[in-house]
């Protein structure tokens, strides 16, 4: 059934082009170093290995692999948050809302109609939603009126997804999202329903805070924010993030000792001979990790 909508969204992209979402032959211009396969939106498609190996890792690793590499800006914080203890990762699909003015609005719900979408514009988006999608919504920080999604749709998107999801904006009936166990991104919860906005972009960039986030990135969510991972990094960004995760196990049971100055462990090795200790510790950790895979 979820299929349904997707293949008409696609069959109006002529109709939606401008306003509405990309066509896949945008996705894929827009997203030409896309290393990996892609679904039939043309969004790029990260394999569910980075998924798992990048699902422990923590957004100080995977930020300093990203800045070193020319993309400082992926991370976004500032959140309230339904379960931080949990992780978010998934690929991204995009949302964009802006203030409801009329006359585009009734173009755009024109077009939505004669394709045989939804006549709500948060139902519309859900009912595209496939399986490791990552919702992800910029409602332009709306909180009155701004309630994206509540408890009953909450289920819709986990039901889809198998995730939790990121709102720029609201969402209502937080005891109920709580019930879900899924990690949910919001800017504040608020009892009233959203209103007043209109779907401008599906499957678009869009900007969530200080992040341009592109649809396929990787979204990686912890307690402390989240972070989106273009798909060419990803290769990259995972490995190098793992050996920065397996050197601060290595030096916090150094430091945590009492043996040791932290001047003399961090944020680099100065000893030669703790340094051989050292490689030939991550060499076995690296083994270990690849007999597991």
């Known amino acids: ?32 170093k896309n290393p990996f396969e892609r679904f039939p939106d043309g969004r790029p498609k990260v394999p569910d290995r980075y998924l798992k190996l990048l699902k422990g890792v923590s957004a100080e690793a995977i930020w300093g692999a990203m800045q070193t590499r020319g993309y400082p800006f992926h991370w976004e914080g500032g959140w309230k948050t339904a ?27 024109a077009d939505a109609k004669l394709a045989g979408l939804s006549e709500r514009v948060h139902t519309r988006v859900i009912d595209m939603l496939q399986p490791g999608d990552v919702l992800v919504i910029d409602l332009f920080g709306k909180i009155a009126y701004g309630a994206m ?5 909450t289920a819709a998107i986990v039901g889809a997804t198998g995730n939790g999801f990121v709102i720029d904006g609201s969402v209502r009936d937080l005891d109920g999202i709580l019930e879900q166990n899924v990690p949910v991104y919001f800017r ?5 329903p959203l209103r007043d906005v209109m779907l401008t972009g599906v499957n678009v960039p869009i900007r969530i805070g200080s992040v341009t986030v592109m649809p396929g990135d990787l979204v990686v969510g912890d307690s402390e924010g989240v972070t989106f991972i273009p798909p060419p990094l990803v290769a990259e960004v995972a490995k190098e993030a793992q ?33 051989k200790e050292y490689d030939s510790w991550l060499e076995n950790k690296k ?6 895979e």
């Not at 504040?188 to 009233?192: K, W």
């Not at 196990?249 to 100055?261: D, E, I, M, P």
């Open 188 to 192: 504040d919860s608020h009892v009233l």
């Open 287 to 292: 083994k270990e990790l690849t007999s597991r």
């Open 83 to 109: 379960h931080p203890e949990k992780r978010l990762i998934g690929r991204a699909f995009t949302a964009q809302y802006m203030p409801v003015r009329a006359d585009v609005n009734e173009l755009i719900e």
């Open 1 to 32: 059934m979820r299929q349904v909508p997707i293949i008409l969204f696609l069959a109006a992209a002529p109709l939606w082009a401008q306003l509405q979402g990309f066509s896949k032959e945008q996705l894929i211009k827009y997203t030409v």
């Open 149 to 153: 999604t509540g408890d009953n749709l």
């Open 243 to 275: 050996e920065t995760e397996l050197k601060d196990v290595w030096t916090k049971a150094k430091l945590s000792s009492g043996k040791y100055r932290s001047s003399q462990l961090y944020p680099a090795i100065k000893d030669p001979q703790l340094k």
